[in-house]
T-cell receptor
Framework: DSGVTQTPKHLITATGQRVTLRCSPR?????VYWYQQSLDQGLQFLIH???????AKGNILERFSAQQFPDLHSELNLSSLELGDSALYFC?????????????FGPGTRLTVL | DQQVKQNSPSLSVQEGRISILNCDYT??????FLWYKKYPAEGPTFLIS?????DKNEDGRFTVFLNKSAKHLSLHIVPSQPGDSAVYFC???????????FGTGTKLQVIP
């Protein structure tokens, strides 16, 4: 158990809908990262927050947005969903903001868009 | 543009033998490299890392080698155990930067 929790574990929805994925980092970790893993793909970095502030953006679509709240949990919002958005979404946390810091991953949320 | 490449999608090794997983990168700005292991239905877990100022880092049965001139790194597992069967991801980053770039993973199967 990494100490990072993600809810829900599974999510099935329809095209055009909007969903929210939630992540609670390890106690004391200030950084939260979001990744997308599509079939047979590596983990694609989406976005990084540190202590409530956005620090880096990767290949995140404009239909996607995220935020980190004062209690340090984070939410990833996916809107106008398309079939291609079906994927595993991982959240990771680390104590600080350096990319070299090892990250602790949650179990992921599997999103299926029908 | 796949800046971190793991060209072998899968690898099978007998228990007790050496497993060698390879990773190539194209971005010469990368100066820190990490390996993560992933079991089914779980998130990746950190395994070992190496800074570009080193060419080798060891942690128990796991050793990572870095060849900067070839932009190549490898993970050696000796001896391999059935519990090592998992997907291994290579990742790279620049010092102090926030973004980590992952490869597509290599599925290792250790046969008892």
């Amino acid at each position: 158990d990494s100490g990072v929790t993600q809810t829900p574990k599974h999510l099935i929805t329809a095209t055009g809908q909007r969903v929210t994925l939630r992540c609670s980092p390890r106690s004391g970790d200030l950084s939260v990262y979001w990744y997308q893993q599509s079939l047979d793909q590596g983990l694609q970095f989406l976005i990084h927050y540190y202590n409530g502030e956005e620090r880096a953006k990767g290949n995140i679509l404009e239909r996607f947005s995220a935020q980190q709240f004062p209690d340090l949990h984070s939410e990833l919002n996916l809107s106008s969903l398309e079939l291609g958005d079906s994927a595993l979404y991982f959240c990771a946390s680390s104590p600080t903001s350096g990319g070299a810091m090892k990250q602790f991953f949650g179990p992921g949320t599997r999103l299926t868009v029908l | 543009d796949q800046q971190v490449k793991q060209n072998s999608p899968s690898l099978s090794v007998q228990e007790g033998r050496i497993s060698i997983l390879n990773c190539d990168y194209t971005n010469s700005m990368f100066d820190y490299f990490l390996w993560y292991k992933k079991y089914p239905a779980e998130g990746p877990t950190f395994l070992i890392s190496i800074s570009s100022i080193k060419d080798k880092n060891e942690d128990g049965r796991f050793t990572v080698f870095l060849n900067k001139s070839a932009k190549h790194l490898s993970l050696h597992i000796v001896p391999s155990q059935p519990g090592d069967s998992a997907v291994y991801f290579c990742a790279a980053t620049t010092g102090g930067y926030q973004k980590v770039t992952f490869g597509t993973g290599t599925k290792l199967q250790v046969i008892p």
